[in-house]
């Protein structure tokens, strides 16, 4: 990123800025590849526009086959991220390349702020996952059977997409390696996940109320901000859906098996009221309950299909969600 590109970049949302320099900070590359940098103007910043910065792409040979998926992204900071209200971090741009489609966005450095980012095993306590569920419900009350978000193509549904690439013979070699040995038996079936996961793309197709849902809500996708407040990040999975597939998902990964089984209904109660509290007519407590083994198997059924994260991570994910499920009795709340 030259201060070129950048000062033509950053135009839009600060004209007439021009950057002089650039100092390259801390690069991680996984799919994504994300690089904090610094920038110097040759006049003072602009207000608003904080030096310590980080840009997320799709700039290397793992991850440009699926660079099309930052688009969502993208577009979620573009234009929806500041009506929502929800805590996730502060977009200076986000733009498509109208050719290659591949998104890239910036944002302020939350670790210059004083933030940290959390990792999918984290250690995540009841009160954090309340908090967390607290944005979550901000989230979907914002964008409740919203008409004007009704027909947005980049918001289309797209669980179905996650049946195509990946399916049974992921789930097998996850399920039948030491990576899925904390999974009950009970559940430990490739081809009854794989059908119930099938199952549930088809009843949540058009299903209402919906809302614009984050879609990946485990730990590795929150960080704390410079107050150790949690919040929310990485919405490539953003799409219209039902609320519950964020929380059953969100509830089962963040805590441990111990935590989730005592503080589950808790949890489940306090995301209802903040949905109330945002002006939503929540679902009845009873319906609610019976709606959230359906996130749970949302989440189980991407661990499952998850091959590029470190196998430890996948076998704790798995035995949460792979738990919950069972408690749940996941599969039969979709007929599978």
Same mark, same amino acid.
């Given at each position: 990123?030259? &201060?070129?590109?950048?000062?033509?970049?950053?135009?839009?949302r600060f004209p007439g800025v021009r950057v002089g320099k650039v100092t390259p900070g801390p690069v991680v590359s996984r799919v994504s590849t994300n690089a904090r940098f610094r920038i110097e103007c040759d006049e003072d910043l602009p207000g608003g526009l904080s030096p310590h910065l980080c840009a997320k792409g799709?700039?290397?040979?793992?991850?440009?086959?699926?660079?099309?998926?930052?688009?969502?992204?993208?577009?979620? =900071?573009?234009?929806?991220?500041?009506?929502?209200?929800?805590?996730?971090?502060?977009?200076?741009?986000?733009?498509?390349?109208?050719?290659?489609?591949?998104?890239?966005?910036?944002?302020?450095?939350?670790?210059?702020?004083?933030?940290?980012?959390?990792?999918?095993?984290?250690?995540?306590?009841?009160?954090?996952?309340?908090?967390?569920?607290?944005?979550?419900?901000?989230?979907?009350?914002?964008?409740?059977?919203?008409?004007?978000?009704?027909?947005?193509?980049?918001?289309?549904? +797209?669980?179905?997409?996650?049946?195509?690439?990946?399916?049974?013979?992921?789930?097998?070699?996850?399920?039948?390696?030491?990576?899925?040995?904390?999974?009950?038996?009970?559940?430990?079936?490739?081809? +009854?996940?794989?059908?119930?996961?099938?199952?549930?793309?088809?009843?949540? +197709?058009?299903?209402?109320?919906?809302?614009?849902?984050?879609?990946?809500?485990?730990?590795?996708?929150?960080?704390?901000?410079?107050?150790?407040?949690?919040?929310?990040?990485?919405?490539?999975?953003?799409?219209?859906? &039902?609320?519950?597939?964020?929380?059953?998902?969100?509830?089962?990964?963040?805590?441990?098996?111990?935590?989730? +089984?005592?503080?589950?209904?808790?949890?489940?109660?306090?995301?209802?009221?903040?949905?109330?509290?945002?002006?939503?007519?929540? &679902?009845?407590?009873?319906?609610?309950?019976?709606?959230?083994?359906?996130?749970?198997?949302?989440?189980? =059924?991407?661990?499952?299909?998850?091959?590029?994260?470190?196998?430890?991570?996948?076998?704790?994910?798995?035995?949460?969600?792979?738990?919950?499920?069972?408690?749940?009795?996941?599969?039969?709340?979709?007929?599978?």
């Amino acid at each position: 990123m030259s &201060p070129a590109w950048l000062s033509s970049a950053l135009g839009d949302r600060f004209p007439g800025v021009r950057v002089g320099k650039v100092t390259p900070g801390p690069v991680v590359s996984r799919v994504s590849t994300n690089a904090r940098f610094r920038i110097e103007c040759d006049e003072d910043l602009p207000g608003g526009l904080s030096p310590h910065l980080c840009a997320k792409g799709y700039f290397t040979d793992a991850g440009r086959p699926t660079r099309q998926s930052g688009v969502h992204e993208v577009s979620f =900071y573009r234009e929806l991220a500041a009506s929502t209200g929800v805590r996730t971090l502060r977009s200076v741009y986000a733009d498509v390349d109208p050719k290659t489609r591949h998104g890239v966005v910036i944002t302020e450095d939350v670790i210059a702020q004083g933030g940290s980012f959390l990792t999918p095993t984290s250690d995540y306590s009841p009160q954090s996952a309340a908090e967390s569920l607290s944005q979550l419900a901000k989230l979907h009350a914002a964008t409740w059977n919203d008409p004007a978000l009704a027909a947005t193509p980049w918001l289309a549904p +797209r669980l179905a997409a996650n049946l195509v690439h990946r399916g049974v013979s992921e789930i097998r070699g996850n399920f039948a390696s030491d990576i899925g040995a904390g999974v009950p038996g009970e559940v430990r079936d490739a081809e +009854r996940l794989f059908t119930a996961y099938r199952a549930l793309v088809e009843q949540v +197709r058009d299903t209402s109320p919906w809302s614009v849902i984050h879609g990946d809500p485990h730990v590795g996708n929150t960080y704390l901000d410079a107050d150790g407040r949690p919040s929310l990040l990485d919405w490539q999975l953003v799409q219209r859906g &039902p609320w519950y597939l964020d929380v059953g998902y969100h509830i089962a990964s963040v805590l441990t098996v111990e935590d989730r +089984r005592r503080h589950e209904k808790d949890l489940l109660r306090h995301y209802l009221g903040e949905l109330r509290a945002g002006g939503v007519e929540a &679902p009845a407590s009873e319906e609610a309950w019976r709606s959230l083994p359906l996130g749970i198997l949302h989440g189980l =059924y991407l661990w499952s299909i998850t091959l590029l994260v470190e196998p430890p991570v996948r076998s704790a994910l798995l035995h949460r969600l792979g738990t919950a499920a069972a408690d749940h009795d996941a599969y039969a709340a979709v007929g599978a």
